[in-house]
């Protein structure tokens, strides 16, 4: 009993620390450029189905923790441009 114990409090243990290990990585990945560009992407793709136009996002600057920067932003509907 004691080792099926000791077992399970174990497995228990590594998946705990691989999840704390995938999300260090992760918050350490949303601060490269590459995965900024692809939010971008992904949220340029997403407004542009909701909305009747078409979304431009120029640049992401910051942190996701303090701040965030859009630069050029374009949306066109039709043939109108904000």
């Known amino acids: 009993m004691k080792r099926l114990l000791r077992y399970l409090f174990l497995v228990f243990a590594w998946l705990s620390a691989g999840v704390v290990a995938l ?3 992760a918050v350490l990945l949303i601060q490269t450029g590459p995965v900024k560009r692809k939010i971008v992407q992904i949220a ?3 407004v542009s189905k909701n909305v009747n136009g078409q979304l431009s996002i120029g640049n992401l600057e910051g942190d996701f923790f ?3 920067k859009l630069e ?3 949306w066109t ?5 904000f």
């Open 23 to 25: 999300l260090l990585v």
């Open 66 to 68: 303090t701040k965030l």
């Open 44 to 46: 340029e793709t997403q």
């Open 72 to 74: 050029n932003i374009c």
């Open 77 to 81: 509907v039709e043939k109108d441009t």
